[in-house]
């Protein structure tokens, strides 16, 4: 079975600040990672992935995640947070054995002050 | 390109109607998931179709159900509607090749039952 946490409900920083917003997963098969946005009243909007290679990968609007096998985690980081960054992040993972399947974390609000 | 669409965006049902929900995918995906979003359980996957096979099914009674069509559009269908099932109901697609992991979400459909 595949699970993910996101053990901060909400996250607040200051504008210009860095941002990490954290997550574990746990699978049985290689994972592949994924960070979504949602918006209010909107959809989920993909951010970025890891599959296989770098332990860093770049996405969307500045923001980049820190795979670490050993932590099982891939946190969500940004260097410098903006207002618009505020939002609903859920981290998302798929047991490479489990079809096409998400489980998702709880979600993290993320709430960046000016 | 379009995104995914859903139709309709917002739904007001009766305890014991049944509803039926629409998506689209995003032109070229033929692979489509649903995913039911609610405060109490977060984000659970729902199924997953696949030129119109079902090819893998959530912990969902079976009061739920979903079909796809050849030209890749998708339904879900809730039966003998309960006041649990209030929830936003995402549908994603996902770009064909083996490259391609990530699942683009489209904005959903916000069911009310009363």
């Known amino acids: 079975a595949q699970s993910v946490a996101q053990p901060e409900d909400q996250v607040n920083v200051a504008e210009g600040n860095p941002l990490t917003v954290k997550c574990t997963y746990s699978v049985s098969g290689n994972p592949y990672l994924f960070w979504y946005v949602q918006y209010p009243n909107r959809g989920l909007q993909f951010l970025l992935k890891y599959i296989t290679g770098d332990n860093l990968v770049k996405g969307s609007y500045g923001f980049e995640a820190e795979f670490n096998k050993s932590q099982t985690s891939f946190h969500l980081k940004k260097p410098s947070a903006l207002v618009s960054d505020s939002a609903l992040y859920f981290c998302?993972?798929?047991?490479?054995?489990?079809?096409?399947?998400?489980?998702f974390g709880g979600g993290t609000r993320l709430m960046v002050k000016p | 390109k379009a995104g995914v669409t859903q139709t309709p965006r917002y739904l007001i049902k009766t305890r014991g109607q049944q509803v039926t929900l629409s998506c689209s995918p995003i032109?070229?995906?033929?692979?489509v998931s649903w995913y039911q979003q609610t405060p109490g359980q977060g984000l659970q996957f729902l199924f997953e179709y696949f030129s119109e096979t079902q090819r893998n099914k959530g912990n969902f009674p079976g009061r739920f159900s979903g079909r796809q069509f050849s030209n890749s559009r998708s339904e879900m269908n809730v039966s003998t509607l309960e006041l649990g099932d209030s929830a936003l109901y995402l549908c994603?697609?996902?770009?064909?090749?083996?490259?391609?992991?990530?699942?683009?979400f489209g904005p959903g459909t916000r069911l009310t039952v009363t």
């Open positions: 998302a993972v798929r047991d490479e054995n489990a079809g096409n399947m998400l489980t």
């Open positions: 994603a697609s996902r770009p064909p090749g083996v490259g391609s992991h990530e699942q683009y």
């Open positions: 032109s070229g995906h033929r692979s």
